[in-house]
């Protein structure tokens, strides 16, 4: 009989979920006292590692000043400047603003809404269309239902926004082709640097570069989706920088604060800015908790920590760790490829992947089945023998997955 909690992306019907209890680094209990390695960062945003006291302090200290208060003009709050600075400077967008929100899905809708704005006081009302990619992943409000490229995502919901048209993942032809035949109706393009949650797919060589490209020759906005890539993910700030392309607008969430309090946003640049920076112009769009202070101390102390602990640096680590340990899976004949970059993976299986996440959590490996892929996106503090350990259940478990044979 399932309880109360109806959970997010669950069959309603389920009633067997594992009541996680306890976190610290990388590892997990339950209420059972099973520990398992949290080798997806919870939901790919858990870079710093569990407990960490220095966010957790951050966050009581902040609530005990200031609990939360509202940032609609006149407010604002001295958290909420610090992390729009903190957040700005690491980007390649150093001189634009940042605009805050709640969520990942929060912040691919608003910034969706500022590039439509964006065309509307430059005359340019008929720029409403937008280009998104198969396997794209853009979260569930509306604005991202429509953006996202998993078309079961975007099934059983009714009519969504229109304006929004569909390019095959890596052909940059197809993005020439679309902005010509909506020539002067397109405002923007939307993707992630890397696709995650719809398959942990890097771009192809040039790929971004060319959207950059396309978007300049035909006046549209280029909006990187880095909700997950963002904070280091990539081994860079962001995956902007990763893959060398300045877009207009980023969307950030998860990382930010390593998914401490729920924060997300976009950054938007300084030429976006300059369009809505009129004085005869008000931003209508927004959200109560925006600049919530407890969730801007988060970031705040995140970013410190991963600053003072040398998180970016860790990746070249991390990522020669774990496409060994993939590289060593699939000579063995146990995955058929494996794709990624930095500390973000999938290890192709060939065939349903979701009975072999069972038996690895069995083994106490916390991975994401992603159709006939596994996904790995652990805290950037995972050690090496904690990868050591995820790698042998790994191969203990696809040895004897009756699909593999
Ligand atoms: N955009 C991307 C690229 C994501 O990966 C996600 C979540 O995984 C979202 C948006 C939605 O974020 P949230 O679940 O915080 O709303």
Known sequence: MPTKFLHPFSPPAADNFITIVRAEGCTLWDDQGNRYLDALGSLWYCQVGHGRAEIIDAVADQMRLLDAYQTFAPFTNEPAEELASMVAERSPLSDGRVFFCGSGSEAVDSALKIARAVHQLRDEPDRQVVIRRTDAYHGTNFGGTSAQGIAGNRQGWGDLLP????VPRDDIEAVSTTMAAHEGRV??????????????FPP??????????LCDQHGALLILDEVICGFGRTGRWFGAQHYGVTPDLMTF???VTSGYQPVGGVICSRSVCDVLERPDWMLRTGYTYAGHPAGMAAGVANLALMEAEELLDR????AAKLTDGLAALQADGLIQSYRGTGAVYAAELGYDAAPARMRLLEAGMVVRPIG??????????????EIGTLFDAMADVLAKEPAAA
């Open 163 to 166: 304006h929004f048209v569909e």
């Open 372 to 385: 006939t892929a596994l996904a790995i996106c652990p805290p950037l503090v995972i050690s090496d023998h």
């Open 187 to 200: 405002a923007a393009v939307i993707t992630e640097p890397l696709q995650g949650a719809g398959g942990v």
């Open 204 to 213: 192809a060589d040039g790929y971004l570069a060319g959207l950059r490209r």
């Open 253 to 255: 969430a998860k990382g």
């Open 315 to 318: 990746v070249p680590h991390l």
